[in-house]
Every structure is written in structure tokens, then in C-alpha cells.
């Protein structure tokens, strides 16, 4: 499991290549988290900021919030 949080998680700082990779930039308030709550807590505050700055692309929040969950909700299991 990633125990780690990026900080910053909004739609500016992710970038998609031309053949599909995805890169995320701005890591320098990312962080490693040492216990199971610091990384379910700040999961969730990165997924509700990126959900937040996905609120002026309506189709692009709703894919999203499908599989990351509603904000302020806990977070979906995710499957590999």
C-alpha cells in the first residue's frame, strides 16, 4: 500500500502524455505517512481538493467522484 500523500492534488497537477502515462508534478508537500490514520485522513483531504478542482468540468468531477467517492465520505476500496 502507498503511504504517502501528495499535498496538493488538484487537476492542475496532474499531466497526461499523448501515449496515456500519467505524471504527477508539485511533489514537494508530499509526504510519507506513518500511521493507517494519517494516510486515510489525508487521502481524503487529497481526494476532496481534487474533486473540488474538478467542479468546473462536470463530466471530468462526476468520472472522477465515481470511483474516488463522494466528497467527505470515506474512501472506496480500490481495486489493482
Known sequence: AIRCGHG???ARNI???PN???HLIDLDG???RHRTSEVTRH???D???LLRSLEPLPDQ???FAKI???PGKPLPALSS
Open 8 to 10: 496538493d492534488f488538484h
Open 15 to 17: 499531466l497526461i502524455a
Open 20 to 22: 496515456g502515462a500519467v
Open 30 to 32: 508530499m509526504q510519507y
Open 43 to 45: 487521502s481524503i483531504k
Open 47 to 49: 481526494r476532496d481538493r
Open 61 to 63: 468531477h462526476a468520472c
Open 68 to 70: 474516488l467517492g463522494a
